[in-house]
Protein backbone atom coordinates (compact mmCIF):
# COMPACT_ATOMS: atom_id res chain seq x y z
CA UNK A 1 0.00 0.00 0.00
CA UNK A 2 2.62 2.31 0.75
CA UNK A 3 4.40 1.80 -3.11
CA UNK A 4 0.81 2.97 -4.12
CA UNK A 5 1.35 6.15 -2.15
CA UNK A 6 4.94 6.72 -3.39
CA UNK A 7 3.96 5.97 -6.89
CA UNK A 8 0.65 8.55 -6.88
CA UNK A 9 2.88 10.91 -5.02
CA UNK A 10 5.46 11.46 -7.68
CA UNK A 11 3.36 11.11 -10.49
CA UNK A 12 1.30 14.08 -8.50
CA UNK A 13 4.34 16.14 -8.14
CA UNK A 14 5.85 15.20 -11.45
CA UNK A 15 3.05 16.22 -13.31
CA UNK A 16 2.83 19.81 -11.50
CA UNK A 17 6.58 20.59 -11.88
CA UNK A 18 6.22 19.42 -15.67
CA UNK A 19 2.82 21.51 -16.01
CA UNK A 20 4.89 24.91 -14.64
CA UNK A 21 8.27 24.64 -15.43
CA UNK A 22 9.38 21.13 -16.54
CA UNK A 23 11.63 18.43 -14.72
CA UNK A 24 8.97 16.47 -13.37
CA UNK A 25 11.09 13.09 -13.82
CA UNK A 26 13.15 14.39 -11.28
CA UNK A 27 10.10 13.24 -8.95
CA UNK A 28 8.95 10.36 -10.98
CA UNK A 29 12.23 8.51 -11.85
CA UNK A 30 13.27 7.81 -8.17
CA UNK A 31 10.20 7.03 -7.11
CA UNK A 32 10.04 4.29 -9.82
CA UNK A 33 13.54 3.07 -9.07
CA UNK A 34 12.80 2.90 -5.34
CA UNK A 35 9.76 0.66 -6.08
CA UNK A 36 12.13 -2.02 -7.53
CA UNK A 37 12.16 -1.07 -11.34
CA UNK A 38 15.22 -1.34 -13.05
CA UNK A 39 16.85 2.05 -14.45
CA UNK A 40 16.00 1.83 -18.13
CA UNK A 41 12.37 0.41 -17.58
CA UNK A 42 11.97 3.40 -14.71
CA UNK A 43 12.84 6.07 -17.40
CA UNK A 44 11.09 4.93 -20.07
CA UNK A 45 7.70 4.51 -17.64
CA UNK A 46 8.20 8.06 -16.71
CA UNK A 47 8.81 9.59 -20.06
CA UNK A 48 5.73 7.69 -21.66
CA UNK A 49 3.76 8.66 -18.26
CA UNK A 50 4.38 12.41 -18.30
CA UNK A 51 3.57 12.41 -22.04
CA UNK A 52 0.40 13.46 -21.77
CA UNK A 53 0.81 16.23 -19.50
CA UNK A 54 4.14 17.43 -22.17
CA UNK A 55 1.55 17.25 -25.37
CA UNK A 56 -1.44 19.42 -23.63
CA UNK A 57 0.94 21.83 -22.17
CA UNK A 58 2.44 22.41 -25.91
CA UNK A 59 -1.37 22.26 -26.87
CA UNK A 60 -2.33 24.87 -24.51
CA UNK A 61 0.78 27.46 -25.37
CA UNK A 62 -0.02 27.19 -29.16
CA UNK A 63 -3.38 28.29 -28.83
CA UNK A 64 -2.25 30.91 -26.98
CA UNK A 65 0.54 31.91 -29.05
CA UNK A 66 -1.29 31.11 -32.63
CA UNK A 67 1.54 28.84 -33.51
CA UNK A 68 0.58 26.55 -36.34
CA UNK A 69 0.06 22.97 -36.33
CA UNK A 70 3.57 22.27 -38.22
CA UNK A 71 5.53 24.29 -35.61
CA UNK A 72 4.08 22.19 -32.52
CA UNK A 73 4.89 18.65 -34.41
CA UNK A 74 8.40 20.24 -35.19
CA UNK A 75 8.66 20.96 -31.38
CA UNK A 76 6.80 17.45 -30.24
CA UNK A 77 9.41 15.78 -32.40
CA UNK A 78 12.23 17.57 -31.63
CA UNK A 79 11.09 16.60 -27.91
CA UNK A 80 10.80 12.90 -28.88
CA UNK A 81 14.14 12.30 -30.27
CA UNK A 82 15.97 14.75 -27.39
CA UNK A 83 14.60 12.36 -24.48
CA UNK A 84 14.49 9.20 -26.53
CA UNK A 85 18.75 10.10 -26.72
CA UNK A 86 18.73 10.16 -22.96
CA UNK A 87 18.75 14.14 -22.67
CA UNK A 88 17.43 15.81 -19.99
CA UNK A 89 15.69 19.49 -20.55
CA UNK A 90 17.84 22.08 -20.17
CA UNK A 91 17.05 24.77 -17.46
CA UNK A 92 16.04 27.98 -19.53
CA UNK A 93 16.01 26.42 -23.03
CA UNK A 94 12.50 27.50 -24.06
CA UNK A 95 12.44 30.35 -22.44
CA UNK A 96 10.19 33.03 -24.54
Known amino acids: MA ?3 LAAGAGILGGAMNGL ?3 GTFAT ?3 LIALGLPANIANATSNVALLPGAATSAWG ?3 RAGASSRAIGAAARHHHLHRRAGGQPV ?4 AE
Open 91 to 94: AGAD
Open 61 to 63: VSR
Open 3 to 5: GLF
Open 21 to 23: AGG
Open 29 to 31: LPA
